[in-house]
């Protein structure tokens, strides 16, 4: 059975540091992209960072605050997010994806405020 289970979310204030991080079983996890994607009240899920063996891949609000990173050996992806604002609220999920196989885990809340 595929599981994503994220963890690490929580009430942070602006500019401070959360840790998400996201165990996987139930598939062959490092053939596969892991990324982690975000979901505002009122709007689409977007996407916040990918990695695979090869590449990293950061939105643009992303680059420059976050970091992504996976553990093959733990089947973990974890993402570490700096400099938090407001508008870094949402539900975030993490995300597997690998051809036509894509897997969500259940999302963990981020909210920023003071």
């Known amino acids: 059975q595929v599981q994503l289970v994220e963890s690490g979310g929580g009430l942070v204030e602006p500019g401070g540091s959360l840790r998400l991080s996201c165990t996987a079983s139930g598939f062959a996890f490092s053939k596969f992209g892991m990324g982690w994607y975000r979901e505002a009240p009122g709007m689409q899920r977007e996407l916040v960072a990918f990695?695979?063996?090869?590449?990293?891949r950061y939105s643009d609000s992303a680059l420059g605050r976050f970091i992504i990173s996976r553990d093959n050996t733990k089947n973990t992806t974890d993402l570490q997010m700096n400099s938090l604002k407001p508008e870094d609220t949402a539900v975030y999920y993490c995300h597997a994806k690998r051809f036509a196989w894509i897997y969500w885990g259940q999302g963990t809340q981020v909210t920023v405020s003071s």
């Open positions: 990695i695979t063996n090869e590449a990293i």
